[in-house]
């Protein structure tokens, strides 16, 4: 009897480290993959933002040049990319006249949003019909892409 009661003492200790040691695998497991998944995430992030800066530095374009339809009711901007990545690019024009000492301003926005791909001339045409450009007039005008960049030129009709 006294040899059973031992056997019995013996496999509760045993018992214990097994699932002691099962609990602990499958935490550090469990962690283990948290922060493979976690740092995979971050990563990612990493190389995407990355990128983006690497896009934003390499993004190079122009207003090559300006020029107006003979009634001034449509001003053209010729915006050339010469950089290695697609620009999405925004078009605004100030047009200033002096009549009669004072000075009025207009904020011409293009419609529509213009991608200018690699290595081409894009002609975007703004709507000045409501109030024409006058022989004279200077046009402050500024392209402004997605990605923060600018190029500002000036036209003298």
Request: proline fraction near 1%; aromatic fraction near 12%.
């Amino acid at each position: 009897m006294i040899r059973f009661m031992r056997r019995r003492r013996g496999l509760s200790p045993v018992i214990a480290t097994i699932i002691l040691s099962g609990v602990v695998i499958a935490v550090g497991g469990s962690i283990w993959s948290f922060s493979r998944g976690a740092s995979t995430v971050m990563a990612n992030q990493y190389v995407n933002s990355t990128l983006s800066v690497l896009n934003e530095v390499t993004e190079r374009f122009t207003v090559e040049y300006a020029y107006n339809n003979s009634n001034g009711e449509i001003l053209y901007v010729c915006v050339y990319n010469y950089g290695d990545v697609d620009v999405v690019v925004d078009v605004y024009a100030n047009a200033t006249h002096f009549v009669n000492s004072s000075y009025t301003s207009y904020v011409m926005k293009a419609n529509y949003f213009n991608s200018v791909n690699d290595k081409v001339i894009l002609r975007i045409e703004l709507d000045f019909s409501s109030d024409p450009l006058e022989a004279g007039d200077m046009v402050s005008i500024k392209v402004h892409s997605r990605r923060q960049n600018n190029a500002f030129y000036k036209h003298y009709v």
